[in-house]
Structures are given as structure tokens and as C-alpha cells.
């Protein structure tokens, strides 16, 4: 959103909460990081082009050089080179002491545990805004109330300062029922299974039977939501709630407790066995 006199440039930012359990093990956290862009200059464009062509094949993710070329002979005045680039990176870029590439700081999510619980995460998008799992779930309770900041531009719409105007309101910290401890033994397991049987996926739900809190959700084939999203197609499903599948004999139960209630069939329960018997009409 920018302002009339194209002197400045509005942008939103947030302070997204983390996701932990019970335990106070954080399993998904800001955490900062960089990014580059390249401005664009009409009448002199050597200097990104030759960075941006140089790069084509080291910096994934990104268009290809002739397209960001491309954009930025329609007037486009900065190109994104490449986003959430880790700090080592940013360094090397520093060092080449381009004019034309600017380095500027945001936040990423960051998940210290990796693919544990992936499935029941979710992730987030390039711009930190929940995509699937309790990240999109609970997005706006995470990501708070949008503060409000200014990007002050010379008379060639170039960034060269960044105000905050008014700081982000922080969302809310979101504590899940998950059992670290359960949850990873029940994906080691289930990659056990799935080894030993050679199944192309699988799934476990572990709950407590007293509260019928989730204390584990794992899936196979899984992602790594630092890497969101995932590269191959089908790794980001939840299959423990997105496939249905028949509930075998897990269902008699449902018969045994309609049977019950009804005085027209004898029923006898005993050692976590229920008996019952009778003639129909």
C-alpha cells in the first residue's frame, strides 16, 4: 500500500507466537533471518542483471533470469532475489559489495524439532501466514494484531530507511496436548511398520482414553515444515484425518452398546469381554 506522494511505502508486520506442549518443549518459534532484493535501475541495469544472472543456478525458488529481467524492464523498481536466506549466505552476499543488492531483515518460522509432529503443524507461507495445520487452525490467535511500518523511498521508489510506526500487538502462545515423548515413539515405530511391511504410508493416533486428549499423531510419509512446502506430492497429508478407511473390528463395540440398553438381549461383560446372545424378531 503506498502513500500519494510515492515518497514511502506501507508494510504490515507481525509477531507470530510459538506452538509448544505441555511440556514447555517449543516446537515451533520465530526466528530472524534475510532476504535480498535487487533494485532496479532503467537506465543502468548491469549491475543486477550480471548478480542475478551469476546466481540463476545457485539460488533455487526464485524466478529464472530472463523473467526477472523482464520485470524489471516493465518499471518494476526492486525484484526479490531470493527470501529467508540463512545469515551465512547474506554474509557472502555483503562481501561482494553490489550497490544494487539490498539485505533486508524478517522473521521466519523456525521449528527446532524438525518433522516431529509435522503433520499436526502444518506450516506457513513465504510472508509467515499459516498454510495447513494448527498453524492455519489458529492463525489469527498466533499472529496477533498487524503493526504498521513506512519504507522511505528516494525520487527512483528505492527503500533507504525502514520506520516502525506502530509495533505488532503479539498473538497468543498455543500449548497443544501432544506428548513429545509419545509422539516420537510413535513415529520411530511407525517407520518400524512401514519398513518391515514395505507399506507405502501409515498412520498412528494415540489419545488418553480418560480425557480424550490427542497425545500423538504421526504419519508416514512425512516433511520437514522448516522446508515448507513439502517437495513431494503427497508428504503434507494428514492421513490420520483426511483418508477414511474401514473401522474393522474396532466397530463391534458400537454393537455391543446399542445391544445393552435392550432387556430383549441377555448381555454378560467380564474381563473386558462383552457376551451378549438372543433370537431376533
Same mark, same amino acid.
Given at each position: 500500500?503506498?502513500?500519494?506522494?510515492?515518497s514511502?511505502?506501507?508494510?504490515?508486520l507481525?509477531?507470530?507466537?510459538s506452538?509448544?506442549?505441555?511440556?514447555?518443549?517449543?516446537?515451533?518459534?520465530?526466528?530472524q533471518?534475510?532476504?535480498?532484493r535487487?533494485?532496479?535501475?532503467?537506465n543502468?541495469?548491469?549491475?543486477?542483471?550480471?548478480f542475478v =544472472?551469476?546466481q540463476? @543456478?545457485?539460488?533455487?525458488?526464485?524466478p529464472?533470469? +530472463?523473467?526477472m529481467?523482464?520485470?524489471i524492464? %516493465?518499471?518494476?523498481?526492486?525484484?526479490?532475489?531470493?527470501?529467508?536466506?540463512?545469515?551465512?549466505?547474506?554474509?557472502q552476499?555483503?562481501?561482494?559489495?553490489?550497490?544494487?543488492i539490498?539485505?533486508?531483515?524478517?522473521?521466519?518460522?523456525?521449528?527446532p524439532?524438525g518433522r516431529?509432529?509435522?503433520?499436526?503443524?502444518?506450516?506457513?507461507n513465504i510472508?509467515?501466514?499459516?498454510a495447513s495445520?494448527?498453524e492455519?487452525q489458529y492463525?489469527?490467535?498466533?499472529?496477533?494484531?498487524a503493526?504498521?511500518g513506512?519504507?522511505?523511498?528516494d525520487?527512483?521508489?528505492?527503500?533507504?530507511?525502514?520506520?516502525?510506526?506502530?509495533?505488532?500487538?503479539?498473538g497468543?502462545d498455543l500449548?497443544?496436548?501432544?506428548?513429545?515423548?509419545?509422539?516420537y515413539?510413535a513415529e520411530? =515405530?511407525?517407520?518400524? @511398520?512401514?519398513?518391515?511391511t514395505?507399506?507405502?504410508? +501409515?498412520?498412528?493416533?494415540?489419545?488418553?482414553? %480418560?480425557?480424550g486428549e490427542i497425545?500423538?499423531?504421526?504419519?508416514?510419509?512425512?516433511?520437514d515444515?522448516?522446508?515448507?512446502?513439502?517437495?513431494?506430492?503427497?508428504?503434507?497429508?494428514?492421513r490420520a484425518?483426511q483418508?477414511?478407511?474401514?473401522?474393522?473390528?474396532?466397530f463391534?463395540?458400537?454393537?455391543?452398546?446399542?445391544?445393552?440398553?435392550t432387556?430383549?438381549?441377555?448381555?454378560?461383560?467380564?474381563c473386558f469381554?462383552?457376551?451378549?446372545w438372543g433370537?431376533?424378531?
Open positions: 500500500m503506498e502513500n500519494n506522494n510515492n514511502s511505502q506501507k508494510f504490515f507481525y509477531a507470530r507466537k506452538i509448544d506442549v505441555e511440556d514447555k518443549q517449543v516446537l515451533s518459534i520465530e526466528a533471518i534475510v532476504e535480498l535487487a533494485f532496479a535501475k532503467q543502468n541495469l548491469s549491475i543486477a542483471e550480471s =544472472e551469476k540463476s @543456478a545457485k539460488i533455487p525458488g526464485r529464472i533470469f +530472463g523473467e529481467l523482464a520485470r524492464e %516493465k518499471g518494476e523498481t526492486f525484484i526479490w532475489i531470493k527470501r529467508k536466506i540463512s545469515p551465512e549466505k547474506a554474509e552476499v555483503r562481501r561482494l559489495g553490489l550497490s544494487e539490498t539485505i533486508q531483515e524478517e522473521n521466519k518460522r523456525y521449528y524439532l516431529l509432529a509435522a503433520h499436526v503443524l502444518g506450516g506457513v510472508d509467515d501466514e499459516g495445520g494448527v492455519l492463525d489469527a490467535k498466533l499472529k496477533g494484531v503493526g504498521e513506512l519504507f522511505l523511498r525520487a527512483k521508489k528505492r527503500h533507504y530507511h525502514r520506520e516502525v510506526l506502530k509495533p505488532p500487538t503479539p497468543q500449548i497443544l496436548t501432544i506428548d513429545e515423548t509419545i509422539q515413539i520411530t =515405530e511407525l517407520e518400524k @511398520a512401514i519398513a518391515s514395505g507399506a507405502e504410508w +501409515g498412520t498412528v493416533i494415540i489419545a488418553d482414553p %480418560k480425557t497425545l500423538a499423531i504421526a504419519n508416514r510419509p512425512v516433511y515444515p522448516n522446508d515448507y512446502p513439502p517437495s513431494v506430492t503427497g508428504e503434507g497429508v494428514n484425518i483418508h477414511t478407511f474401514e473401522p474393522g473390528s474396532t463391534k463395540i458400537i454393537t455391543a452398546a446399542a445391544a445393552i440398553p432387556p430383549q438381549i441377555p448381555t454378560k461383560c467380564t469381554i462383552i457376551l451378549f433370537l431376533t424378531p
